[in-house]
């Protein structure tokens, strides 16, 4: 019989408050009392993270499980197996000795299983006269069956707590996406400094994120993630507002005739100049009105997605093209992308020679009809035939004064008349 007071182990193996209190628990243990082994497992498996044990603890005991031939466990004397640690390591997928014994410790300390070792430190069992088992030295599984309630209640917290944390993660990920797609949609309609301003606050909330995040940690970034939406929204609301009145207030109002156009009737004309400059520009790029657009109509919307497909060909990065719309414009740098592609092999670095585009085009030494294939080829080769004709042939100022017309007589034909 083993001792009702308290079971130490041998050699130098201090005890531990749990070791105590789990001897303690299972004195109040029914007789009777049984459990599925495997359902039990299962559910220490659940609230392993709770309890502080790793994975290689519940290869073991799962191991030390399978040495109980029987799939209910029952109080007893055999419930106390006694494998030796080469059997034990086998089972347990060839874990190593000292892995071995560094877990089993573990298990012992955290009250899941009782070490009761024999006088000498072996393992083994003593018989009565007619077979039947009578004790054991070895390890008991008995706090397995007394602990049953304590491990469901942690499984389901920590359950509960999963589930909280998955809801966490969809809510933040569908808020980001809603909140790129409506960053999308200002730069997409000219509200370039309110989209700056989202676009700022958002790549801050999300440097913020981590995979090991606390839940109130997730917490409060989602709450920053929904007041930056509801911002959003009400700005999305009035823009959507604004674009239904104007639709339907030229359907209220008298025809009148102004020879001075107002401010409004100013901002129609440029608009439409500018769809007009547009479709003169993509004539002159056959390459990408017939790879990309398939020669359809270059409608804005289908233009924009025509650039972002010609980005992705040109392995010019998202955000090196988000960049270039919020100073640009959406049109302006699907244009910009379309020149790029058109160039083809010509441009070594698609992305850098989109910022220097961008950068020239915001500093006003340049426009965007400046970056047209057809000057592009006609700069790179005047040139090369003035480096040439200035190094072969003596009269330079000749040739130079022939170049330059030829320059003005190109500028002329590529050039755009300002309004």
Same mark, same amino acid.
């Given at each position: 019989? !083993? ?99 560094? !877990? ?14 024999? /006088? ?79 676009? !700022? ?13 606390? /839940? ?44 001075? /156009? ?15 400059? *547009?479709?003169?520009?993509?004539? &002159? ?44 414009? *959406? ?44 000057? &592009? ?7 090369? &035939? ?7 042939? /003596?009269?330079?100022?000749?040739? *130079? ?19």
């Amino acid at each position: 019989m !083993h001792s009702e007071v308290l079971s130490t182990s041998f050699g130098r193996r201090a005890l531990s408050h749990a070791q105590i209190s789990t001897q303690q628990t299972i004195k109040t243990l029914k007789i009777d009392a049984s459990a599925d082994k495997w359902t039990l497992f299962r559910t220490l498996r659940a609230a392993a993270p709770s309890l502080g044990l790793a994975d290689r603890a519940l290869t073991i005991l799962n191991a030390l499980l399978s040495f109980y031939p029987e799939r209910m466990l029952r109080q007893g004397p055999a419930l106390v197996v006694f494998p030796s640690n080469v059997t034990l390591a086998e089972r347990a997928n060839g874990i190593s000795a000292a892995t071995l014994r560094r !877990h089993i410790a573990l298990l012992v300390e955290k009250g899941i299983i009782i070490r009761r070792d024999s /006088p000498n430190g072996k393992r083994y069992a003593r018989r009565a006269a007619g077979g039947k088992l009578d004790y054991a030295y070895g390890f008991d599984l008995t706090p397995l069956i007394a602990r049953q309630a304590e491990f469901e209640a942690l499984a389901e917290a920590a359950e509960a707590q999963r589930q909280a944390s998955r809801r966490l993660r969809e809510q933040i990920t569908t808020s980001r996406r809603t909140l790129a797609k409506g960053i999308s949609f200002l730069v997409a309609h000219d509200k370039t400094d309110a989209a700056a301003r989202f676009q !700022h606050a958002y790549a801050e909330l999300s440097g913020k994120l981590s995979p090991r995040l606390a /839940p109130e940690q997730a917490s409060a970034i989602l709450e920053d993630f929904s007041a930056l939406l509801r911002d959003l929204g009400k700005l999305l609301e009035n823009i959507t507002n604004a674009a239904n009145l104007s639709a339907i207030a030229p359907q209220n109002e008298r025809h009148k005739e102004d020879p001075t /156009p107002d401010k409004k009737n100013q901002k129609i004309f440029s608009t439409d100049r500018k769809a007009a400059l *547009s479709v003169d520009i993509l004539q &002159q790029l056959p390459n990408f009105t017939g790879d990309i657009l398939n020669n359809l109509t270059a409608t804005s919307d289908r233009l924009l997605r025509a650039s972002d497909l010609a980005a992705r060909l040109l392995a010019i990065p998202t955000t090196t093209v988000n960049a270039a719309r919020l100073r640009l414009g *959406s049109l302006d740098t699907a244009l910009a992308i379309a020149m790029i592609y058109e160039l083809g092999e010509k441009i070594a670095k698609p992305s850098a020679y989109l910022i220097v585009i961008t950068n020239k085009i915001v500093r006003n030494q340049q426009t965007i009809n400046d970056f047209l294939p057809r000057r &592009q080829n006609a700069e790179w080769s005047l040139s090369s &035939q003035s480096r040439t004709l200035s190094e072969n042939r /003596p009269d330079s100022l000749i040739i *130079s004064d022939r170049l330059r017309q030829f320059a003005s007589a190109s500028d002329a034909n590529f050039r755009p008349v300002r309004a």
